[in-house]
């Protein structure tokens, strides 16, 4: 187990008296997304938790009921399925359907651009559950591959309508551009009108990026690319990619009209373009709307996106190029042809039977017969060898690097589970090492945006981003990144397990030099950088800064950040001070007269170890003379001399 899921309060939490929190499995802006166990009905779930700074934000709670209501209405096999929605204490928490796989933003990263049979066969699923959602009056608005699940058992599936609203209420506000910028339409980024061809227009440009493995449009700025979209046209995938066939690339650039009247009214429309397609290119016939897309058999094991893409090439190419255009037709006839096959496979075991008893026990009930693998994933290695052995199963083990499974459990099997297979088989365990361990250079003096980008390559959290004035680093340069779980320090890089969460401290530049500028302009010096100047001015003396001009700035201790307030400190000019009239004192009323004055005095006398406090020994004269002006701490030297010798 890692170090940020044992810290985690979560784990091991009953929610609601009924939801047992097991692992981690993603953390996002809004929530955090646990995999749990309902102790009802003795299932596994996958349980959204709104984090606990957004709670007291009523925008955010509705829009996290939002999310429930939005997909709980869809009754649809390619959208995460909402069992359950509740408040618990201080947590807001969704219950949804649990789907062990991985993403299509995984699968992209992996593997760059996909075939046009595997992109076809997600589309149309994908494109399947948003027609459902259309249906039902709803629009996604936030449609992107980390949105799109593809399930270890071939299943392929919607979610996160986070964003999701009545396609009705189409006027959007600013909170509206909360989806990726690279998969808003142009009316979302010019007008914030949002409906069901903006979600048109996300697949398109999903499509396109399966298709050539890049995003059409790309910028250092998210408003370069926003500009893109609003004022360009999608090029044609085969630019990129020479061997996207013709009807995809026309399907691509219809979709992504930068008129919304241009684009497919609806993903009803879009599928059944894209179905056609589908018989174009001699793909097969198009899967129901009705039944769930499955892109490979269910017998094969799916541990990683490279078995994914190897048994969604396999299913395709053994997908029969020519269906029957009737589906009620091609189902009866598929019957008919099984319960023949029966018939002569009961005729062939009966006359086995009489031949020898002893076969048919072989494949009955004996070491022949074959066994449905169950699901052995997040069991101990004991009592899963347990389990084998009690159905007859031998195993060996294996080892692997797992993001959802706690190091020292099961995380998968070879087979996967559900597969039927022989008594006597071997079984491939495969026992997690926890989550891989990502080496990390050193942070500090990197762009913000590079490391963002770092941390989501490498399956690494951001968490809180603090900015702050620092006087080497240059403005959007990260200072530190520190994991908040351990408190360990990876500004000069480091080793970090994947999931992990880094708070990053990032520069604003330096806090401007005001010494020496007029009040007026040090304000505004300081109101450009982010910082609140108070309406406090001390004034002091300066030998070297004029009167009325800065001579500092009062700061706050430590570290400045943006909002800080700071007052100015304003010089009096030279500190003067007029010489006083000591002629005819006494030396020593005369001398700390001088002194209490700021002046440093030098004492001129004939009179050999003289003795100051003497009432006859008196100033004859000061240098410089009395009323003269000087700085403060200046030298004053007196004369003096003997009364009665006075002339």
Known sequence: MTTSQRTDPMIGRLIDDRYEVRSRIARGGMATVYLATDQRLERRVAIKVMHGHLADDSNFRNRF????????????????SVFDQGQDSDLAYLVMEYLPGITLRDLLRDHGKLTPRQVVDIMDAVTSGLAAAHRAGIIHRDLKPENVLLADDGRIKIS????ARAASANTATGQSLLGTIAYLSPELVTRGIADARSDIYALGIMMYEMLTGEQPYKGEQPMQIAYQHANESVPRPSVVNPSVPDPLDDLVLWATERSPDERPSDARELLERLREVEKQLGFGAATSAHSPTMLMPAAVPISDTAEFTQA??????ATDPVAPADATSSLRATTARRRRKGWWILALVLLLAVASGGTGWYFGAGPGSQVVLPSL???TPEDAKATLTELGLQFEQGEEYSFDVAAGLVSSTVPAPGSQIDRDATITLNVSLGRQSVDVPALTGMAQKDVETFLSDNRLTLGTVDQQFHDEVAPGAVIAA?????????SGGGTIPQGETLNLAVSVGEIPNVV??????????????????????TQRFSDDIDKGLV???????GIVRPNDTVSLVVSKGVDLVAVPDVVGHNVAAAKKALEDAGFTVKVVSDIAEPNWGSPLLSVDSTDPVA?????????????AYLFEEAP
């Open 551 to 557: 001579l500092s700035a009062t700061l706050p201790e």
């Open 482 to 490: 520190v994991d908040p779980a351990t408190e360990t320090d990876y």
């Open 627 to 639: 009323g003269k002006s000087l700085r403060r701490g200046s030298t004053v030297t007196i004369t």
């Open 65 to 80: 009921v939002q999310e429930a209501r939005s997909a709980a209405r869809l009754a649809d096999p390619h959208v995460v």
């Open 160 to 163: 996160d309508f986070g964003l």
């Open 516 to 537: 020496g500028l007029s009040p007026d302009a040090a304000r505004t010096a300081f109101k450009e950088s982010g910082l609140v100047v108070s309406d406090d001015v």
């Open 312 to 317: 969604l090439t396999s299913a395709n190419m």
């Open 377 to 379: 994933i997040n069991s």
